[in-house]
């Protein structure tokens, strides 16, 4: 709390700053830009970012430099998204599990029409149960129903095709 406290004191502060300094790098040319570039990150500009990248990242490396960059957590949660094959990739499989856990409360009736017959399922506080039995997963539930394999979410409309695209 007192870093973000912190960062609006700072922010009146150094608000016109920033402005000044934005509007400065949108006034410069091309070789202007590459310049400060040159002077803030000391190495050359990539030659393949246009104008409007370079004024958009000098920006960003001003403001960081008044208000503070980001804080440590941010950055690895970035890295790991950088590094990440899809943004639901980057999210730890134990935080994806507990979301998707924590959307069905128990006591939920889950019903679903397979070949003329209709089940319901009761999610429970750990697991569900269908007539009478308890399974660990909606997968293992909709494999005794069908006698195939299935994204038991999926199968009782929890997850739409996209979702579930996305996921892979």
């Not at 089940?119 to 195939?148: N, P, Q």
């Given at each position: 709390?007192?870093?973000?406290?912190?960062?609006?004191?700072?922010?009146?502060?150094?608000?016109?700053?920033?402005?000044?300094?934005?509007?400065?790098?949108?006034?410069?040319?091309?070789e202007g830009l590459r310049a400060r570039w040159?002077?803030?990150?000391?190495?050359?500009?990539?030659?393949?970012?246009?104008?409007?990248?370079?004024?958009?990242?000098?920006?960003?490396?001003?403001?960081?430099?008044?208000?503070?960059?980001?804080?440590?957590?941010?950055?690895?949660?970035?890295?790991?998204?950088?590094?990440?094959?899809?943004?639901?990739?980057?999210?730890?499989?134990?935080?994806?599990?507990?979301?998707?856990?924590?959307?069905?409360?128990?006591?939920?009736?889950?019903?679903?029409?397979?070949?003329?017959?209709?089940?319901?399922?009761?999610?429970?506080?750990?697991?569900?149960?269908?007539?009478?039995?308890?399974?660990?997963?909606?997968?293992?539930?909709?494999?005794?129903?069908?006698?195939?394999?299935?994204?038991?979410?999926?199968?009782?409309?929890?997850?739409?095709?996209?979702?579930?695209?996305?996921?892979?």
């Open positions: 709390m007192p870093k973000v406290i912190g960062a609006m004191r700072q922010s009146a502060m150094g608000g016109d700053h920033i402005s000044a300094g934005v509007a400065q790098f949108r006034d410069l040319g091309l040159r002077a803030a990150f000391r190495r050359e500009a990539p030659a393949h970012l246009p104008r409007h990248l370079l004024v958009a990242m000098l920006a960003y490396q001003l403001q960081a430099e008044t208000l503070g960059d980001l804080d440590a957590e941010t950055e690895r949660f970035l890295a790991r998204m950088d590094r990440a094959s899809s943004p639901d990739a980057a999210i730890p499989i134990t935080q994806a599990f507990e979301q998707r856990q924590r959307k069905l409360a128990p006591g939920t009736l889950l019903t679903r029409e397979w070949n003329g017959q209709h089940y319901r399922v009761m999610v429970l506080e750990e697991g569900f149960a269908l007539e009478g039995r308890t399974y660990r997963s909606l997968s293992e539930i909709a494999k005794a129903i069908t006698g195939t394999r299935w994204n038991g979410p999926r199968f009782f409309g929890l997850r739409d095709k996209k979702q579930a695209e996305a996921a892979k």
